[in-house]
């Protein structure tokens, strides 16, 4: 098992910074895989970056546009989301997840195994 708890959301003028925290436990040796998704209200979850535990490959959405950046801290088990410039529609509860995938297609919020609480980031206009 792997427990994940995020921290860091909260209410940001348009333009702003905000950066979220995902702190691991449990097995986190054996997950390859650590990623955001987010969910506006009425939507469905989606993917928003996600980092490979060794090497710290990172990959992106396409709507992230440089804003975001995801980044992990090894000795510490904690996965960051440095977000900046944000915009009224990044509004959404952000989750953190964990994936035992060797492979997993990352996009795929049903590849993930664990997830988080989420917290809550609100962008105003």
């Known amino acids: 098992q792997v427990q994940l708890v995020e921290s860091g959301g909260g209410l940001v003028q348009a333009g702003g910074s905000l950066r979220l925290s995902c702190a691991a436990s449990g097995r986190t040796w054996s997950s390859y895989f650590m990623g955001w998704f987010r969910q506006a209200p009425g939507k469905e979850r989606v993917f928003v970056a996600a980092?490979?535990?060794?090497?710290?490959?990172?990959y992106y959405a396409d709507f992230v546009e440089g804003r975001f950046t995801i980044s992990r801290d090894n000795a510490k088990n904690i996965v960051y989301l440095q977000m900046n410039d944000l915009k009224p529609a990044d509004t959404a509860v952000y989750y953190c997840?964990?994936?035992?995938?060797?492979?997993?297609?990352?996009?795929?919020?049903?590849?993930?195994?664990?997830w988080g609480q989420g917290t809550q980031v609100t962008v105003s206009s």
């Open positions: 980092i490979r535990w060794t090497g710290g490959i990172t």
């Open positions: 997840a964990a994936t035992l995938a060797i492979s997993p297609r990352l996009k795929n919020a049903g590849e993930y195994d664990f």
